[in-house]
């Protein structure tokens, strides 16, 4: 069933809500908590699984526990944004894991990435034994996070509930 055809009434938001905070919540808590009995429920969960709605669950690890003490913002500009520049960048930029994120971006820089590392040599490295050979790579210019005041996963609801 596609997303933009599945009905998200009170409870389905609710387990959305839910599962956002903790996926491995019981389909017997989930259903307590929505007020629905445990079938109406493990179906609803299964609907928001199989529309795609709910990509799947996965275990949030601790950056700072694994040594990962480096979270860096940097922003690349291409030299030109063609489809075979933008596609080179992308590919590249999909093998590296300490590549958290990537967007293409509008504004001053092509793509904002965040990277998360050790320390400040890995950063380096990074950036000199790998972003800087990437074909079509201009500009570089990275911005280093002294502290994390809010992360989450959890997507916004409160947008849907008015919809009622």
């Keep these: 069933m596609p997303i933009s055809r599945l009905h998200l009434d009170a409870a389905s938001i609710r387990i959305l809500d839910l599962l956002q905070q903790n996926s491995e919540m019981s389909i017997s808590d989930l259903a307590e908590a929505t007020g629905l009995s445990a079938s109406p429920c493990w179906r609803r969960v299964n609907e928001l699984k199989e529309s795609g709605l709910i990509k799947g669950a996965v275990a949030l690890v601790d950056a700072q526990s694994l040594g990962l003490a480096v979270n860096v913002f940097v922003q690349v500009s291409l030299k030109q944004q063609d489809r075979e520049s933008l596609d080179v ?7 590296k ?3 958290v994120e990537c967007y293409l971006m509008t504004g001053e820089a092509d793509y904002m990435l ?4 050790e320390d400040l040599m ?3 490295a990074l950036v ?3 972003l800087t050979r990437i074909p079509g790579v201009a500009n570089i210019r990275s911005s280093f996070a ?6 989450t996963t ?3 609801t409160d947008h849907l509930k008015s919809r009622g």
């Design 128 to 130: 000199v034994d790998f």
């Design 114 to 117: 965040r990277v998360v590392v």
């Design 122 to 124: 890995k950063f380096q």
């Design 146 to 151: 002294l502290s994390q005041i809010k992360y």
């Design 97 to 99: 894991p300490e590549i």
């Design 154 to 156: 959890a997507l916004p």
């Design 89 to 95: 960048f992308n590919a590249a930029i999909k093998t």
